[in-house]
């Protein structure tokens, strides 16, 4: 068992090695595209269920 899981350290430790890691300026780039997209998919989000909620209540209110 004990010679198993070294094993596999040793093996990940030398695939690590081997990625290709981003720079930091890539790094920051990406995080920055995230954060737009998750800002923009919230706003829309946010809009859609204010319609839906407003056309539900407008519904209600008609019956």
């Known amino acids: 068992?004990?010679?198993?899981?070294?094993?596999?350290m040793r093996e990940t430790g030398q695939e690590m090695?081997?990625?290709?890691?981003?720079?930091?300026?890539?790094?920051?780039?990406?995080?920055?595209v995230v954060l737009a997209t998750v800002a923009v998919v919230t706003v829309f989000i946010f809009v859609v269920d204010r319609v839906l909620s407003f056309i539900q209540k407008q519904l209600i209110l008609m019956t």
Not at 1 to 8: H, S
Not at 17 to 32: D, F, G, N, Q, Y
């Open 17 to 32: 090695k081997r990625v290709s890691w981003p720079t930091w300026r890539e790094l920051r780039e990406s995080t920055m």
């Open 1 to 8: 068992m004990f010679n198993k899981l070294t094993l596999y």
